[in-house]
């Protein structure tokens, strides 16, 4: 693939090509190995849908969160652990279930 080149030979690449690296690089923040991130670029829709989009973004927020928590549980007093687990393990309960409908 010819790219165009700049007045100093710089390569100029299409916007598509960044999205494609920045997605790259969103999927190894989520600790994905390079044959997992080529899998699923091999598989991924050619379009996405805006709802997907936002889907897609919570998660990544999401797991920054859950990052974040951790590291504040590696410090936290036992009560405190045992609070924050029990509140989670609440709260998942219904949200794996809608995922579980949305995926069947």
Not at 10 to 39: C, F, G, H, N, W
Not at 52 to 67: D, G, P, R, S
């Amino acid at each position: 693939m010819a790219f165009e080149r700049s007045d100093s030979n710089y390569r100029l690449y299409p916007e598509s090509v960044l999205e494609t690296l920045r997605e790259i690089q969103s999927l190894k923040d989520r600790r994905m190995t390079l044959d997992e991130i080529k899998a699923f670029m091999d598989v991924k829709p050619v379009s996405k849908s805006p709802a997907l989009e936002e889907v897609n973004a919570e998660i990544v927020h999401l797991e920054q969160k859950i990052l974040s928590l951790k590291e504040e549980l590696e410090t936290a007093a036992p009560e405190e652990k045992h609070y924050i687990k029990e509140e989670i393990q609440f709260k998942m309960i219904p949200l794996l279930q809608l995922m579980t409908t949305l995926l069947s």
